[in-house]
């Protein structure tokens, strides 16, 4: 099994839950435009902090990854599969803080 076919899986549904979070913040006034800007932003801060980190981790040989399992695509050091837990994570909480938070009318 790949990375990447591990990964499928999870951002799969990161990505459902990011479309019914869409959905219902176009339902509140100006809540779309908040809820992409909130997103891009976490996205930038997460995927900038992880390619320090990662590259830090792989670089110092705290986590090696092996060459069985990668595309063979790098970021630094880090290969680009280690980035999917940080797109994951930014696009999925701010999605489902809309999702599980209460309408403003």
């Known amino acids: 099994m790949t990375y990447w076919l591990l990964n499928a899986g999870f951002l799969a549904v990161v990505a459902i839950v990011a479309i019914l979070a869409g959905l219902r913040a176009r339902r509140v006034p100006g809540g779309a435009p908040r809820w992409l800007a909130a997103t891009a932003l976490a996205l930038a801060a997460v995927l900038l902090l992880t390619v320090v980190f990662d590259n830090v981790l792989v670089g110092v040989g705290i986590v090696d990854y092996g060459a069985r399992g990668k595309s063979g695509v790098s970021i630094g050091l880090a290969p680009v ?3 999917a837990y940080a797109l994951a994570a930014a696009i999925g909480l701010p999605s ?6 209460r309408e403003h009318r």
Not at 96 to 101: N, P
Request: proline share 0%.
């Open 96 to 101: 489902l803080w809309v999702l599980l938070g």
């Open 81 to 83: 599969e280690d980035f």
